[in-house]
């Protein structure tokens, strides 16, 4: 043995192991009793080696590196043991004697140290033995004498004590299942985080908006189990589906470019679509008199669109959905775009120019797209689906123009790179979509539609075949072109499509001769009762775990396709995308 | 002990941090070359290839972000247009002229400028207005212009919709209040300029009709060494009017003017034909660009069994073809050629082929990282085969992407 290193001080134990000496000096840092002297249950690292060869104050005991030194609220040394509430003496890690305490163990296999136990020995069990209290020392230092820790006879350990404290070792894979656990529970924690900041407020936003119906609009969801039921499991639903141009359209002054009525059976999976002209001219309910389609949508919203086809067709509406067209430009633009192959020039003198900032929602522009491979904006990608009259077989090739577009689209949304745009995805439709069905609702009819051959959907679109166009028609909007409907080629196929019977009819205030009647071509007047609002707000408290919960039920389930929901958002671009096409190949987004 | 839990840490650390990064797709393919970033001062970003495997000599005139950009075989961008929605842009044989198609909303000029950029002289202009049509949708005689092809240092051949309220109109029925706009191929001089539509209209010469119904005609292209031969694609449906049917035509482009009474626009198969089929009615080719020698042709084709496209090169049919267009002998004539088409490289996208002026190289667009760019395939003619071939790989020449429905245009 070569000279001892001597640590000046208040010195309690012998001489320092040389082997000590050495670990300490290999890994050396200074504590700090936080405490005055005479506290040493309290301690704080302060790094480095001692800055003074001489003798250590109190403040620079040392502690090895990459233990975080204790603190006053969790002690780790009883104030009974030496060095502890004695002194500010500070044993060496690894120079312990052996405790005979078993070491308790935390649900986290983290020692637990109790007033009795010794956590320098157990921290280094496989010096503990090689040194025996008592401060270490420096290598070279001569002349200190290390204050060393001599554990009371009732802390000393045994080899039998060992050998039990390492038989109640919590194993590696309960550790590895702990530490898995209590990621679930930081990523659980995490993804309600994430649903409450990124999608909480717009899904609130878009679905469960209620609107009041007007008088005289029948409630077909009143004596059905919906409301809290699956949306599917009772009989017919009928959703009316109206596109707008741009979000402003949904409370204001504006008229609704698209009407759709959807009708599904669950029990027999039929599906009809019926797209009603948007001038076609009817008598609006309420009282509020002869007037486009479109216009009823512009008078009274929502309610007065539901209200106007019971009253004219009688077809009860369960559900509403309302699309603003610039929701499906933003979706294509937050996925940078879409990429296609044109499969020919698209070229339409007569595109409707109805999005926002539109001067005239009833004019027109004019389009020519290139054919060929191609970049698409969501400008772009929208005239692409939309043009009329860019193909000899008309609906068929915009059919297949829509096809396309979501086959692109759908390559987008299965990018593992789109989970970072999912927010912007739920910002776009917020306020251009809006629906008084929850989001299961919707993720349900959606995931029901696919299992549908599109080719058995019956689609019937009032145009030519079932009316003809009045040019000039004086309106109290001055004259205007209008579809008045063929009535009499209309009722069957409403009472066939949506399974009224005598019930169907076709209340458009027109003569048997075809014409708009007198009376019938009432201008547009007061209501005689006062309509109901155009909205009323969601039915429900918004509650963003309500809506987490939504959430994390539509993404339990899956497409049938085996796809991700994303966040419930594909759904409702579903909901987008069937009412921006007009089509039920939107339902394949 | 203390070691190898580090190890496996590290270890365990390693293959998360892999799995991450496979999930989040981070990495991915790394480029072949050594791309330098050219500022374009058009808020957009492009890079240029600076490898020597993507050497050129000549220069590439091409869109990004609809501003007209020309790439030099040093390798360096220049931008000649700035905040104009430009397409389609074709140099003069003596090299002096770019002309161009700018768009303006509904409508479109035709022009053209020094190829060094500088003021732009609108040849005509398709400004017009809408008016209404009782009865029918609103009518109008705004005008699209497309793609230019010089035929000679003063005259052009473009795409135009002027015949849309004329020719249609006397087919009656639907195509009448909502006539079809599609594109048929006109010729003019650029010795006028600022002439409105309706003068331009006048002044032209029609060079090509299209089928109503599916958009008309694109990609024309004077044949070089016979100035009175033009190939374009012709888009129309069969006569069921139901199958789109899509083939490479070759034209004398005087014959409707030659022979007004005798040519029609209208229905396929309705009359006589001025043109002739180089390709089969059952594939589906695109984008003919002849080569400097005007003996081959390099086209797209589409292959919709494996949802691919092809870049092909065929040589151009022996014979007289467009004297007697619908000769049962020149139909079979001109269909001659296209199996012996070689196929140069396929991919997801690929189009826009165009030769390098010394017939050595094919730039061409593809699709690759989710952005078109300009490529260039070396091809050689094999003299035992006589047929084309790519030597080595495909090179990629910018990145960043370009206007894929805009056609480049490669000068000496």
Redesign the interface.
Request: net charge negative; hydrophobic share 30%; proline share 3%.
């Given at each position: 043995m070569q000279e001892q290193p001597v640590v000046k001080g208040p010195v309690t134990g012998p001489a320092v192991n040389p082997a000590a000496a050495q670990a300490f000096a290999t890994r050396s840092q200074a504590i700090t009793p936080s405490a005055s002297p005479g506290n040493g249950n309290s301690y704080h690292r302060t790094g480095g080696l001692l800055s003074s060869m001489g003798q250590p104050s109190p403040a620079q005991t040392i502690m090895p590196v990459g233990v975080i030194a204790p603190t006053q609220s969790q002690p780790l040394l009883a104030p009974n043991m030496p060095g502890g509430a004695a002194a500010g003496a500070m044993p060496v890690m690894g120079t312990m004697a052996p405790v005979s305490n078993p070491r308790r163990v935390d649900p986290f296999g983290l020692p637990v140290v109790s007033p009795q136990t010794d956590v320098w020995s157990q921290a280094w069990p496989d010096t503990a033995q090689a040194a025996v209290g008592g401060y270490g020392a420096y290598a070279g230092q001569v002349g200190y004498a290390p204050p060393a820790y001599q554990p009371p006879p009732g802390l000393q350990k045994s080899a039998g004590n060992a050998k039990k404290r390492k038989k109640r070792r919590v194993p590696i894979w309960a550790r590895v299942i702990l530490v898995l656990v209590l990621i679930i529970l930081l990523a659980g924690g995490a993804g309600a985080y994430y649903y409450e900041t990124n999608f909480a407020a717009p899904v609130a936003n878009i679905t469960g908006q209620v609107v009041p119906r007007m008088k005289g609009d029948v409630n077909p969801n009143q004596n059905s189990t919906s409301g809290g039921g699956d949306i599917l499991s009772g009989g017919r639903i009928n959703i009316l589906l109206l596109g707008s141009d741009t979000d402003q359209k949904f409370n204001g002054d504006f008229l609704a470019q698209t009407d759709i009525v959807v009708t599904i059976d669950p029990q027999t999976k039929y599906v009809g679509m019926l797209s009603i002209p948007r001038d076609t001219w009817l008598n609006a309910a309420g009282g509020y008199g002869m007037m486009k389609l479109d216009q009823a949508y512009g008078r009274g919203g929502v309610g007065l669109s539901r209200a106007t086809i019971y009253q004219d067709f009688g077809i009860p509406i369960n559900y509403y959905g309302w699309v603003g067209l610039d929701g499906f430009i933003k979706v294509v633009n937050t996925v940078n775009g879409v990429d296609i192959d044109a499969f020919h020039p698209i070229t339409d003198d007569n595109y409707p120019d109805d999005r926002a900032g539109s001067k005239n929602q009833y004019a027109y522009m004019r389009l020519y797209i290139a054919p060929g491979p191609q970049h698409m904006n969501g400008d772009t990608a929208l005239e692409y689906v939309r043009s009329r009259h860019a193909d000899l077989v008309g609906d068929f090739g915009r059919s297949q123009r829509q096809q396309q577009l979501l086959s692109a689209l759908k390559l987008k949304l299965n990018n593992p790179s789109i989970v970072s745009e999912l927010p912007q995805l739920a910002n776009d439709l917020n306020g251009y979509v809006k629906t008084d069905m929850q989001l299961t609702d919707v993720f349900k009819l959606m995931n029901f539609a696919r299992t549908i051959n599109q080719s058995q959907i019956k689609q019937v679109v009032l145009d030519g075949q079932y009316s003809h166009t009045v040019g000039s028609y004086p309106t109290a909007y001055g004259p205007q072109d209008i579809v008045v409907l063929n009535c009499a080629a209309v009722i069957p196929v409403i009472a066939q499509m949506f399974g009224l019977g005598d019930q169907a009819r076709c209340d458009t205030g027109i003569s048997s001769t075809g014409k708009p009647t007198s009376t019938a071509v009432a201008t547009v007047t007061s209501p005689a009762s006062t309509a109901a609002p155009a909205f009323a707000g969601p039915v429900s408290s918004d509650s963003v775990w309500q809506v987490a919960q939504q959430m994390t039920e539509v993404n339990g389930l899956s497409y049938s396709d085996g796809s991700s929901s994303l966040m419930g958002m594909r759904s409702l671009l579903d909901l987008l995308c069937m009412t921006v096409f007009e089509s039920p190949i939107g339902m394949q987004a | 002990?203390k070691n190898r839990v580090s190890f496996r840490v590290a270890f365990l650390l390693v293959l998360v941090a892999l799995a991450v990064q496979g999930?989040?797709?981070i990495g991915g393919s790394s480029n072949q070359g050594n791309f330098k970033p050219e500022n374009t001062g058009n808020g957009q970003k492009i890079s240029v290839n600076q490898a020597t495997q993507a050497v050129f000599k000549g220069k590439i005139y091409f869109t990004q972000g609809r501003n007209l950009l020309v790439l030099d075989g040093s390798r360096t961008v220049k931008q000649l247009t700035h905040g104009e929605d430009v397409?389609d842009p074709a140099v003069s044989p003596d090299g002096k002229w770019i002309a161009f198609d700018v768009r303006y909303?509904?409508?479109?000029n035709l022009v053209y400028m020094s190829v060094n950029g500088g003021p732009q002289h609108v040849i005509i202009s398709g400004n017009g207005h809408?008016w209404t049509n009782?009865?029918g949708?609103?009518?109008?005689d705004?005008y699209?212009f497309?793609q230019p092809a010089w035929s000679d240092n003063s005259h052009l051949a473009f795409l135009s919709?002027f015949q849309?309220n004329f020719d249609w109109a006397q087919l009656g029925g639907d195509f009448a209040s909502?006539?079809?706009?599609?594109?048929q191929i006109f010729s003019i001089s650029i010795t006028h300029t600022n002439l409105t539509g309706a003068e331009g209209k006048a002044d032209s010469q029609i060079v090509a009709y299209a089928d109503?119904?599916?958009?008309?005609d694109?990609d024309p292209m004077y044949r070089p060494g016979h100035p009175s031969q033009i190939i374009y694609?012709h888009?129309t449906?069969d006569k069921t009017?139901?199958n789109?049917v899509?083939q490479l035509y070759l034209e004398d482009a005087n014959a409707i003017a030659q022979h007004p009474t005798m040519y029609s626009p209208g229905v396929e198969g309705s009359g006589l034909d001025p043109a002739v089929a180089l390709t089969p009615p059952n594939v589906e080719c695109?984008?003919p660009a002849f080569s400097p020698n005007g003996n081959w042709i390099a086209y797209?084709r589409?292959n919709p069994s494996t949802n691919s496209?092809g870049l092909y090169v065929m040589p151009v049919p022996s014979g007289d073809l467009t004297s007697n267009p619908n000769s049962p002998t020149t139909q079979k004539a001109a269909l001659a050629s296209y199996p012996e088409s070689s196929l140069i490289m396929q991919g997801q996208?690929?189009?826009?082929p165009v030769w390098s002026p010394d017939g050595k190289q094919i730039a061409f667009?593809s699709?690759n990282n989710?952005?078109?760019d300009i490529w260039l395939a070396n091809v050689s003619l094999n003299a035992k085969t006589n047929q084309y071939a790519m030597q080595g790989s495909p090179i990629q020449l910018t990145q960043g992407?370009v206007?894929?429905?805009?056609r480049p245009f490669w000068t000496p």
């Open positions: - | 002990m999930c989040l797709g397409r909303g509904d409508y479109a809408y009782s009865g949708f609103p009518q109008d705004f699209w497309g919709d849309k909502a006539p079809f706009v599609d594109m109503y119904g599916d958009g008309g694109r694609t888009y449906y009017g139901t789109q899509i695109i984008e797209i589409r496209m996208f690929i189009g826009q667009l699709y989710n952005e078109f992407g206007d894929a429905d805009s």
